[in-house]
């Protein structure tokens, strides 16, 4: 099993806690983070070692999408799941349009879940082997390989969040 760290952002302890435990479940490390100013700041801390957000689309102080924006301003690349309880087809083409990496409508089965988290785990880690190979390339040889790895990645997130859209 794949180690990683997923952020979940949500202001609800109930849903905070099973979000926890079907991350646990799955043999990641959560992070909690009970609103999107709190995620921001972890975020900060530990951009490098996180390899998902799951956040919730409704809560006080700063909406899942206003996180997810000022996530991506931070320069955090990897996928982040909004999930809600309210199906609104333009807030969820929004988040899609601000990089959401899905879209995960409560209540939700674990199956969904486990296949949605697994996915964003794993695209997480690709992306953060390739920042690792990007830092190893520069400083091994130049920055002409280094743009090279950078379009590649570039493109390769660019198809998958064209995909979802």
């Known amino acids: 099993m794949e180690s990683a760290k997923v ?68 320069g955090f690349d990897l ?11 333009e807030l969820t083409i929004e988040a899609l349009k601000l990089g959401a990496f899905d879209f995960l409508r409560k209540p939700f089965s674990v199956v969904q879940f486990n296949q949605l988290a697994k996915m964003a785990v794993q695209f997480g880690n690709d992306i953060r082997k390739m920042n690792k190979d990007i830092e190893a390339a520069f400083q091994a040889q ?13 493109n390769m997130i660019q198809m998958r969040y064209k995909r979802t859209a």
């Open 7 to 74: 952020l979940i952002v949500d202001d609800e302890a109930e849903m905070i806690e099973l979000l926890k435990e079907l991350i646990e479940n799955l043999g990641y490390q959560p992070l909690i983070a009970q609103d999107g100013l709190f995620a921001l700041e972890i975020l900060k801390k530990e951009m490098s070692e996180i390899s998902a957000v799951i956040t919730d689309l409704n809560m006080p102080r700063m909406s899942g999408l206003e996180f997810v924006a000022k996530a991506r301003d931070l």
């Open 79 to 89: 996928p982040i799941i909004v999930e809600s309880g309210h199906l609104d087809q």
């Open 142 to 154: 130049g920055e002409a390989k280094v743009n090279e790895i950078k379009n590649f990645r570039r």
